[in-house]
């Protein structure tokens, strides 16, 4: 059986890399792509190459921007007494999904995790740290995921920083056990937003 041209293949294998793009979908993609017209895929591949270069993480909270600082820190709608700490850039679109929400966010950048080599000085704890000096935040909402490693992150956040007077408080429960923001609706994530409770 004749198999598919060389290109296809590696087209194939590079959309599979993709997060949520199986094999199957992947391949199918890829005949859809070199079956268009030249023009379609030109402005695909231009699309794909000015997201990649134009947004970066903003500066200040680490959410994805074109602008920096981005609209989340500069909106001064938004309570700046409240930081929603979360663990990537898209679970800032998760909690605002949710309308419950208009504080400011920081971007942990991951959580701690001593099998996978993940201690607390490779996230951007450093970072809002430099936060609390200079922003008057009176109220830090963890809103890590309900595993044991989001668990484990939560702790050691409320322990480093009680000692500064600060309420450390974590979303209610409600969030699916062991999954993070990504599988959370917005009621669910809205009604947890509400009944946070002091760690």
């Known amino acids: 059986m004749p198999s598919l041209p060389e290109p296809i293949q590696q087209l194939t294998a590079a959309l599979s890399s993709l997060p949520g793009i199986g094999p199957r979908s992947a391949e199918r993609l890829a005949l859809h792509i070199v079956q268009s017209d030249a023009a379609s895929v030109q ?3 231009t699309a794909l190459t000015n997201a990649r270069e134009r947004v970066h993480a903003c ?22 007494h409240l930081i929603c700490l979360v663990e990537k850039p898209t679970d800032i679109l998760s909690v605002e999904k949710s309308g419950s929400f208009r504080g400011r966010f920081h971007v942990l950048g991951g959580r701690i995790s001593p099998l996978n080599g993940v201690d607390p000085e ?16 009176q109220e830090i909402i963890l809103a890590l995921g309900t595993d044991v490693e989001g668990d484990a992150t939560s702790h ?18 409600g969030l699916p056990a062991g999954s993070g923001l990504d599988f959370a609706d917005e009621m669910t994530l809205a009604r947890a937003l509400e009944g946070r409770s002091v760690l």
């Open 43 to 45: 402005a695909l591949a």
């Open 156 to 173: 050691y956040l409320a322990k480093r920083f009680a000692p500064r007077g600060l309420k450390v408080t974590r979303l209610a429960r």
């Open 59 to 80: 500066s200040v909270c680490g959410a994805l921007t074109e602008a920096d600082p981005c609209g989340f820190c500069t909106d001064p709608r938004r309570d700046s």
């Open 122 to 137: 490779d996230l951007r704890i450093a970072e809002l740290e430099k936060r609390l000096e200079s922003e008057p935040i």
